[in-house]
């Protein structure tokens, strides 16, 4: 009973120091990035050769008090907020459903080519997997030799279509090796496990192998849970990379997102409009971050141990 | 299991030499007769292809010589046109009737839609693309070694200030820093015609792209490091009295982390290929008249071609860009992914 009440502290006092970390990051990456684009900022040029009219601490001051983030310096009148809100939506939800289909890709290609599987069985899914593997290897690997804005080309001109959330999200699943970066983090995390001793004894032991996806109980399984807590921080990281091909998508596809209000508030310089931008971009990969790592804390089968 | 760690290291050097190759091929244009510079450029992209899809052929690594195969051509082109610059112009035809000319004896891969001939384009673009690439890994790889070895301080102020400084560009999405960058500097050249030359600002943009890219780095040099100080050689030559820079400069960095650190290198090669061409079609579309003005990259070239990719008309005009653009990054991919496998082997 006294082991479970001090396990249970622990596990709190952990998951406190988890929420405090991305508070105190989160506050220091906000105000390091939100300043480096000012200072960038600043240095626009403008008629009278003062681009900006107002100070960092003026904005930071506005936003501390108003919890808004100004009003457009082009746009007179609107909040920048107001301008925003669609875009925001639209990037979030396409950087989103991106990061999770290239995380189920590269997870799937991973665990589909590595897990162990019976080596006795010499049965026909067993050939079919060894015949697929080059195919599937080879496939990923040209495929994601393509840049975001070339795959978009040839999506363009095989099915002639120029607005299509499902060209834009293959476009960014697969471009610049997203998908592809995805598999071989997955790969190389996931084949580390199974060398582990525990993996050995258990193969050797003759617990249940797998044929096609890892079967629940069986080796697979018992390594890809293990490696779940490690490749869910992994996934997270990505998500700068994701939002930058976001971006090119949405200027390819005409889509109503974040890059055009950044692109055109940078060429109107209107700085109200960009330092919004930024910050809610660091805001979103702090929060997905933050996300990934407390499910990563939950799922870690070593937190009974705490 | 010595000659696989033989074998490794082999290829590593084969791939320094690789991205080094440009350098002898570079200084030809000191010779002052052309012919023989002619023939020893070729001699000498020739036979560096050779030796180097050669021994990756007798070490048994089929990816890295696929890689090269891929790449090396490349890279000899990217050179030719800084060689032989008088035959190499991005000259924009003036006559409008006579712009788009499909392939043929005069214009072997055809001109664009301004008139220029694409062999010379893809040619003076891709040796742009290069230099950038190269110069952009460079800054990433020696900002990041020197982030890496920050990151593994005993002095945590010096730790907590390179683990901000490396955050801050792990979280910065790299398009909006590079737009910003570039945005600045071209909005700035517009006003002002004397505020910047070609080379301080091809100097500032490769600075940003690896700025960008130092997290690459610099994590894997931070993980590799923790993770073989904890090992027992390591616990061992320090407690047998080896001065610890010894242990860390010969016996971890150069003996256990090069090797990985080249491959991480091959890899982001072709990522800042990516970076920078992409960087290139996004100015060039959504920055119009301060987009890139007159620089020629692959990435500008297939802004350009975009209509008729999308229209399917003139196919030609997009496709060796495109091509070279992914060569580029399969090659890199192959010949990372091949030493990774060699690495394994060697593991």
Not at chain 1, 109 to 136: D, E, T, V
Not at chain 2, 36 to 45: C, E, K, V
Not at chain 2, 56 to 64: E, Q
């Amino acid at each position: 009973m006294l082991k479970r009440t001090e396990a249970s502290s622990s596990y709190l006092t952990l998951l406190k120091f988890i929420c405090l970390r991305f508070l105190v990051k989160t506050l220091f990456l906000f105000l390091l990035t939100t300043f480096i684009t000012y200072t960038l900022l600043s240095y626009l040029p403008a008629s009278d050769n003062e681009a900006i009219t107002f100070s960092y601490a003026d904005w930071l001051t506005n936003l501390i008090e108003t919890q808004d983030f100004g009003y457009s310096d082009f746009h007179i009148g609107q909040t920048v907020i107001s301008r925003i809100l669609v875009g925001t939506r639209t990037t979030i939800l396409v950087s989103t459903i991106t990061l999770l289909l290239s995380s189920l890709i590269g997870t799937g290609f991973a665990l589909f080519l590595y897990s162990p599987q019976n080596l006795l069985w010499q049965g026909p899914k067993f050939r079919m997997r060894r015949l697929l593997r080059i195919p599937l290897w080879s496939t990923i690997y040209v495929v994601s030799s393509f840049p975001v804005y070339l795959l978009g080309y040839f999506l363009f001109y095989a099915f002639h279509s120029d607005v299509n959330l499902l060209f834009a999200l293959l476009c960014c699943v697969f471009g610049s090796g997203l998908a592809l970066e995805m598999f071989r983090n997955v790969s190389f995390v996931y084949r580390s496990e199974l060398a582990k001793p525990y993996i050995q004894n258990a193969l050797a032991l003759g617990l249940r192998t797998t044929n096609w996806i890892p079967g629940v109980g069986s080796v697979a399984w018992h390594a890809f849970r293990n490696v779940i807590p490690i490749i869910l921080p992994l996934f997270s990281s990505k998500l700068p990379f994701i939002l930058s091909s976001v971006f090119l998508i949405e200027i390819m596809f005409e889509m109503p997102g974040l890059s055009d209000s950044f692109l055109s508030g940078l060429l109107n310089r209107d700085a109200h409009m960009v330092l919004a931008i930024i910050a809610l971009s660091v805001l979103f990969i702090q929060i997905v971050s933050f996300l990934s790592e407390l499910i990563a804390f939950l799922l870690n089968p070593d937190k009974s141990s705490l | 299991m010595r000659t696989s760690v033989n074998r490794f290291l082999l290829s590593s050097l084969k791939i320094l030499m690789l991205f080094l190759s440009p350098i002898p091929l570079s200084l030809l244009k000191f010779v002052p007769d052309e012919r023989w510079r002619i023939y020893l450029y070729a001699w000498t992209s020739i036979s560096l292809l050779f030796v180097l899809v050669m021994s990756s052929v007798v070490a048994r690594s089929k990816l890295v010589a696929a890689g090269l195969i891929l790449l090396y051509p490349m890279i000899a082109c990217a050179t030719v046109a800084s060689i032989f610059p008088r035959y190499f112009s991005a000259e924009i035809n003036s006559i409008f009737f006579d712009r788009v000319i499909p392939p043929n004896y005069i214009h072997i891969l055809g001109t664009d839609f301004t008139g220029r001939d694409i062999l010379h384009s893809v040619i003076l673009g891709g040796g742009n693309t290069y230099h950038m690439a190269f110069y952009s890994t460079c800054v990433a790889t020696i900002l990041g070694v020197l982030a890496g070895v920050l990151l593994v301080s005993n002095n945590h102020i010096v730790k907590i200030v390179a683990n901000s400084l490396v955050e801050v560009f792990e979280i910065f999405p790299w398009l909006f820093l590079l737009i910003l960058v570039v945005g600045v500097l071209n909005m700035r050249s517009q006003q002002s015609v004397f505020f910047l030359s070609e080379e301080t600002r091809t100097a500032a943009v490769a600075l940003a792209i690896g700025l960008s890219c130092i997290p690459v780095i610099a994590r894997l040099l931070q993980r590799l490091i923790e993770s073989l100080c904890e090992k027992e050689f390591v616990k061992t030559l320090l407690a047998s009295g080896v001065s610890r820079t010894k242990v860390f400069v010969y016996n971890i960095i150069w003996k256990n982390v090069f090797p990985d650190l080249l491959m991480q290198v091959s890899f982001l090669f072709g990522l800042t290929v990516i970076i920078d061409s992409s960087l290139d079609f996004m100015m060039e579309i959504g920055f119009g008249d301060y987009g890139k003005g007159g620089y020629i990259s692959w990435g500008t070239l297939l802004a350009d071609a975009r209509q008729s990719a999308i229209f399917g008309k003139d196919l030609w005009i997009v496709l060796v860009p495109g091509i070279g653009v992914v060569f580029t990054i399969l090659g890199t991919n192959l010949i990372g992914e091949g030493l990774a496998l060699e690495h394994k082997v060697r593991d």
